[in-house]
């Protein structure tokens, strides 16, 4: 992992040279704030406004922008005569830069399902009958590692990595297992769904040896799909109620046949993107994060809609109805319980520097 600086310095710290690196970064941040909020104000005036707007935001200025920003800091601290100290795995200035190209890249490529998956996948392959890290599993980077993107459960996950590689290049203060985690969060968030209680600092494997052996991950049709879930779920230390809060992010993305072996080649919802067309999705609106995944699950009435058999188990299971049908006719209850699952799925097994995490 690339060496991080905090920013906390010692007392022989050029206190002039400081006060302008942070009128600087002052400024900077300013200007792509302002940019951005005016940006939001055009885009609501109407869908040509909007497509000028992801136009600007992903544009080379307000990149360039933030790789200015990012480069005054590194540059500071190289030439800085201050003692510095790394203090976690995560820079926390960065994390908050990071979220904002997150953002933007959500914003033009549409991406946020698979950058839930990502962040998923590297997280839920924690045991929590092993004790040692990184033997244990959990988010904690691997899936960058091509023996893990090969995992079968993991396919397609390869487009994810790429899409976020460039933010991982600039900024070096930030784990891969954080990125991952911290992409996740913002695409459940921008895509209308809760905020999730997210803390930062995990620590990353160091090699592909460290990658967990292959199988950790639910499988969508085995035979009993409710004791699966269980087997899986119940591995990581989590209980009825996140696996079923957890299944209604479902409400998002598409399952490609040609990566799973589930789902249409395309349907009346996915024919025409956005993004690349094809695959089935849960819902209509595959890019909005609701509660319409327990609303279509129950019913059943549309056959363009996937149900896979572990979907089906929440409404056919005995315990995990009682949550399901709780979701289906209230959206803040499932908000309210998805949040708290997804952080708990973030963190167990994670190793984090300082143990107490940090929050942006």
């Given amino acids: 992992m690339a ?24 400024a900077t941040r300013l200007l792509c704030s302002s940019s951005r909020s005016r940006l939001a104000l055009s885009a609501s005036s109407s869908p040509s406004s909007l497509s000028f707007t992801r136009s600007l935001v992903s544009s080379p200025l307000l990149s360039q922008i933030k790789r200015d920003q990012v480069a005054l800091v590194n540059r500071s601290f190289s030439s800085s005569s201050a003692t510095t100290k790394c203090t976690s795995a995560t820079d926390p200035e960065q994390l908050k830069s990071a979220r904002e190209d997150i953002k933007e890249l959500l914003n ?56 976020i590689q460039h933010i991982k290049e600039m900024y070096s203060g930030i784990s891969y297992a954080d990125l991952f985690q911290l992409a ?91 993004g690349a067309p094809g695959g089935q999705s849960w819902t209509p609106e595959w890019l909005k994060f609701d509660n319409s995944y327990f609303k279509e699950i129950k019913e059943k009435r549309d056959e363009d809609l996937l149900v896979l058999p572990t979907d089906a188990a929440i409404f056919e299971d005995p315990s995990f109805k009682v949550y399901a049908e709780k979701y ?29 995490g940090i929050t942006i």
């Fill in 184 to 274: 996740s969060a913002t695409a459940i968030e921008e895509a209308g769904g809760p905020k999730i209680p997210m803390k930062y600092g995990r620590v990353d494997t160091s090699s592909p040896h460290e990658c967990p052996e292959e199988g950790r991950l639910p499988d969508a049709g085995p035979p009993s799909p409710a004791n699966h879930l269980r087997e899986v779920f119940y591995r990581m230390g989590l209980d009825d109620k996140d696996i079923v809060a957890l299944s209604g992010a479902h409400t998002l993305g598409r399952s490609r046949p040609e990566r799973s072996g589930w789902g249409k080649p395309e349907t009346k919802y996915t024919k025409e993107g956005p």
């Fill in 108 to 163: 033009t490529k549409f991406c946020h399902p698979i950058l839930v998956r990502l962040g998923w996948h590297d997280a839920g392959t924690y045991n929590k009958n092993i004790k040692e890290w990184p033997q244990r599993g959990g988010a904690n980077g691997s899936l960058r590692y091509e023996i893990e993107l090969k995992h079968a459960a993991n396919a397609g996950l390869v487009n994810a990595l790429n899409l």
């Fill in 3 to 26: 060496e991080r600086v905090s920013l906390t310095l010692n007392t022989n710290t050029d206190t002039n040279t400081m006060s302008s690196l942070r009128t600087q970064i002052s």
């Fill in 328 to 356: 289906a006719a209230d959206q803040d209850a499932f908000f309210n319980d998805y949040a708290e699952s997804h952080a708990k799925l973030s963190n167990v097994g994670a190793k984090f520097n300082p143990p107490e």
